[in-house]
């Protein structure tokens, strides 16, 4: 059963884990109207291809965050990969790395920072605001030790979104899964739910600051020389702001409809962040992601490249690094596909690329 | 069967209704066409979050109507509640009071005044325009001693819509309810439903004055010192017109699509008003909705707060005073997150967000 | 088995007429394609109610094309309706009396101009170009004797339109009914229909001229003192060229989406001929008018009134006369709901609405 | 069992071609999206008739470039149609001569050249740019001195688009069938299909040449008199330069959807390369024409003509030369009509009428 298509592998993954890991894995807040919301505003964003462009190397290399990528994308940072499989984001890691691409690795991941470090993978450390400072700061220096190439702080969670799958499931991370990196008291592993939450909100909840704020961000920036990511911006207000606090890229997201119900497309919002920033930081984006085309209609929408969240877990829970390896195949082929016939030899041309929203 | 969203409700209720109050209580005029519109409207508009807003206090605490409410929201005034449960109005009102919101009773109430008031909400009164004067002026006069802190005159009823689930059903409220507090003649009990029409549809043609105009209004302004809300205004300049004629507060509405089949869904109305009205008045809204985040639009959009109407009723119908609480503290959690994911510690904060229309 | 709105009546048609009758009435061109975009352009149109309108006598009372009128509506003209009941348009006529509104008598009737104007209703007669000019000049002098009060000339019937569900069934009148105000060897009887065609359009083909062209409609203007009304016009030059030739009256119209396949929605199209005309004479609508909101939406655009196609016909097969009149009473009724609560105390004002295309 | 409309014959033909033929000729890129939207603008776009105009000649006879044809449309190009039928290009060039109409033959074509200009019909010959220059050569002087009017270079395929279906079916054309103009090596007959592409797909990446660019259409352009046509152009600019590179006329066309996922729909293209090349050249446009209609729409909104793909494979498939006249017969009765209601006496008057776009 070859996967040709991230989709294929979904379906994949649906057949193998438990219900409710895959319903963690695919809900969004309330009943999933932004994760919809996504990705038919993804599909009304039409490309107007160009012509006679001398595409025959035509190919997804190029710079992200100052470093070369194979592709201009990277692996969204998502939380407790063992879920999907044992060996969890290092096998992650291990795809990104022979893929050439960045991985994002979360404040909630269930492998150590150090192992997955130990990939040789560029590991770009996903930072959820803490309520304790100086665990922050431990985090920050053990992934500048390990070797990470970039802080990314998660500015969308302050707290969890009211994910409906998993209060109804009252969903719990199994017993022997847990945040590792963190301080053991704040771990939450096996954590029991209660009516009307998940153990995973309720972990959340527990450890997360909801009070974070624009000096928090400037104390990081003071606090560690790695590059700044600041990851789920909507509003080219703040996206003004986080650049002048030092960002050195934004990524659009609204977390892949996870957090505020009733959201904006993301992908909607690109534009006008671009144009706020006009190229004084670098921008991904994310939020429904699915196949070379989507990556496409963010280049030429602004972005520099994007994240993928959920087919990457997809992929590792079909087949561990290698079902990984596989989702990342397919976005490469299918975006030199859609490069070469959109008339784009590289990432550059593709941000001139005309696109059109054409509603439904 | 715990309920975690206002829609879980509904299907409680649906089970336990008979099947013709469960269509009074739904359907809209004509075909639903304009409940439908409604939703989809509210559907559509798109919020675009704010972030590091340092909102861990993020409540919907504020002031409605010159006091204070724990929510921005109050119950709308919706008649005959004993239908829903043998303690009707009494119970919404408990349900109001713990809660913390006002409770807007309807001229069509099935519990005294007295009785409503007793339980020690925030009890605004909504009159119906009847024929005979000396009864409107009766009922302000009661309220008033009563202690309701309001008149909510609704304006978008001068003759009441043609509900064709209600005409096929021939439907009438059962003999031993009626409108209690209207003088006994008037209050039309057990009518009986002839063809082509419904019993309560009947009675208010019978009772209701669809002459009511702006000199109406103006006699109503002065034989009250009560806050006046005029409820179910649609078009800028009738809303400046309302404003002029001593209106403290104004309900956009378009009655929960029961009244013009093919009317305007009311949150589309919403934005014209508040520029109409720049801030002469308190603007509310209702209609559609459903949830927390339904809310967040409306003030978005420039409301100060929102009616929920049918949704109350889910709740008294499943439960009493308590299904009408966990209705109004499914929407309490909803907004807190809502308000939290979008970065607004506060009801003012969210009358700043950007809200987009996208089609769907 | 009461009908309460026109679709009802429209099942108890459908459970009644043989399936080819039911085609030849409720098809459109092609695959009826602009039959649906007619219906949905309707409902997208959403009106912003009125209040405090004093609407106590709201009525639909008005002139039409310089006459009284119960209704701003009038009955279509539709070819051979005693495919609907042995007694077609005389019945239908007796209904158009009852009620007060006037009716278009098609050129293609199966009963006699002498007949229908024998009922004492308002008739316009409806002009099909012939290809014979004596012809045509022969039923208009029959018409002004027989007491028409107008002359409707429909101007978007060069061909029959191709409809495939004619075509199919290789649909023709049966024998005993026919066009019977043309002259005999043009009254196409019972022909039978060859492959690929059907023998109405056979028919409608050999005698309707298609070289047509605004020499004729002065001619036409010459020849009569009647009013002129020139049905079928959706382009705004179209309509300016109208009223310069004389027309009193222009009925905005796709022919309820049976002519040409692939039309703008008549109801998009009449504002901006509401604006070329700017009063110069009436503006008539139809094209998919199945409710008195519907009429409203058109009076709203600038309409001073509506033709009713389809339903009327539903109504006639369901019971003659007394159907017919139960269409126009639904339409009566509905109407006087849609003036109150839309606001408006008369047709005058409906024309003041605000109207707002909210795609759906 | 007649074809009244060319659904008609999809229909006939899905009954009767292999399930990988049929998904190799109606299948697109990716899941077809972009063959859906292609529809989907199609039919928004709405026509407003014209009246009066005298159109009892209507007829498509017109010129295409420079030459008289009997519609505004010609016979796509489209690869191996002994696919279809054994007697492939030559049947179908025999349907296009007997209706006037052009026809382009596919460099991929399974007939020689030679054989298709002996039918008399007017061949356009299409080229796709091999990266053998010499053989390029041969082809355009074997086109010249076969006949072949004028030669259309296929700009929007550098590599073949990813068609799913043809992936999923490892699609193979039948060994006996080739392309049979090709030199020998390069014809890849019987050539079969690995996983993860098409042998269609192998074939053409071996044999085409993704590095084309604008120089490659200076080459052409000196090294051959016909009439030079470039399919493929969806941009202004790219239509500009065309027209500046000495093209005497473009097709404005997505490849019927089958090239970038995700493309606009072309026919959304139309009107921007239509004025930014003002008359300088001819415009044709191809991507989902399936009715007179269509190409009413395409002629509105200022193309000259048309290509149609698909149908005219449904009817070779059907019944060989009759099916594939009588798919050109379906559309030349379409398209009478349709100009006739518009009121448009001929293809001129087409390009003067109004078209709207209505979402929905
Ligand atoms: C199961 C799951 C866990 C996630 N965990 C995190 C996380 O720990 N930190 C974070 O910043 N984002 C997290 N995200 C959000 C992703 O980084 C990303 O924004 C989102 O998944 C992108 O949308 P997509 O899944 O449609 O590609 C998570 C997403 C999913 C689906
Ligand atoms: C069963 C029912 C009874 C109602 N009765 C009244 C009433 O007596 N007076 C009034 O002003 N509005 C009445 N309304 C309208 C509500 O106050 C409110 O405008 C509407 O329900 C809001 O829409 P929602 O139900 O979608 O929240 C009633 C609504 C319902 C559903
Ligand atoms: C069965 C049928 C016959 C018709 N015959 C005529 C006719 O003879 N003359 C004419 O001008 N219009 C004719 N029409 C068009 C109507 O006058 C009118 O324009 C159209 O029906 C309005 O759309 P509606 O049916 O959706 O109300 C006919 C329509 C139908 C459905
Ligand atoms: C089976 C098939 C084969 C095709 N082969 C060619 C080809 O060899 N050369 C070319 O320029 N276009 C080719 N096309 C594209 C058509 O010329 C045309 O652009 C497209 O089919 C138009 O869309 P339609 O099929 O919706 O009418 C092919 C299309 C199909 C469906």
């Known amino acids: 059963r070859t996967a040709h298509t991230l989709d294929d592998l979904a379906r994949l993954a649906a057949g193998q884990l438990p219900a409710d890991v895959w319903d963690f894995v695919q809900g969004g807040s309330g009943e999933d109207g932004t994760v919809l919301a996504n990705r038919a505003a993804l599909d009304s964003i039409r490309l107007r291809p160009r012509v006679l462009a001398e595409v025959a190397e035509a190919t997804g290399y190029c710079r992200l965050l100052n470093a070369e990528s194979a592709l201009p994308l990277a692996v969204a940072p998502m939380a407790y990969q063992k879920m999907m499989h044992p060996r969890g984001e290092v096998d992650m890691a291990l795809a990104a790395y022979e893929a050439g691409v960045p991985i994002a690795l979360s404040t909630l991941s269930s492998r150590t920072i150090e192992d997955v470090c130990g990939t040789g993978a560029v590991v770009w450390f996903q930072l959820y605001w803490l309520r304790d ?91 560690t020389d790695l590059p700044l990511i600041v990851k789920g911006i909507m509003d080219p207000e703040d996206a003004d702001r986080a650049v002048s606090a030092g960002a050195d890229a934004i990524v659009v997201s609204n977390h892949g409809g996870r957090q505020l119900e009733g959201a904006l497309p993301s992908i909607l919002a690109l534009a006008d962040v671009v144009d706020a920033v006009s190229d004084r930081c670098e921008i991904l984006f994310d939020s429904g992601v699915r196949s070379g085309t989507d990556i496409l209609r963010a280049l030429a929408l602004g972005a520099s490249g994007v994240l993928v969240g959920r087919p990457m877990l997809w992929g590792l829970a079909v087949d561990g690094a290698r079902g990984a390896a596989r989702a990342l195949e397919i976005l490469r082929v299918e975006l030199e596909f859609a490069l070469a016939l959109a008339g784009c030899p590289n990432v550059l041309a593709a941000r001139r690329l005309d696109a059109t929203v054409v509603p439904g």
Chains 1, 2, 3, 4 share one sequence.
């Open 133 to 223: 400072r100086d665990a922050i700061l431990g985090l920050v220096r053990r992934a500048e030790r390990a070797g990470c190439r970039a802080v990314m702080v998660t500015v969308d969670v302050p707290v969890m979104g009211r994910r409906l799958r998993d209060i109804r499931n009252r969903f719990a991370v199994p017993e022997e899964i847990s945040a590792i990196n963190l301080p053991p008291v704040m771990r939450g592993g096996g954590t029991a739910a209660k009516p009307g939450t998940s153990a995973v909100a309720a972990h959340t909840g527990a450890v997360f600051d909801p009070g974070m704020g624009w000096s928090d961000l400037d104390w990081l920036r003071e606090v």
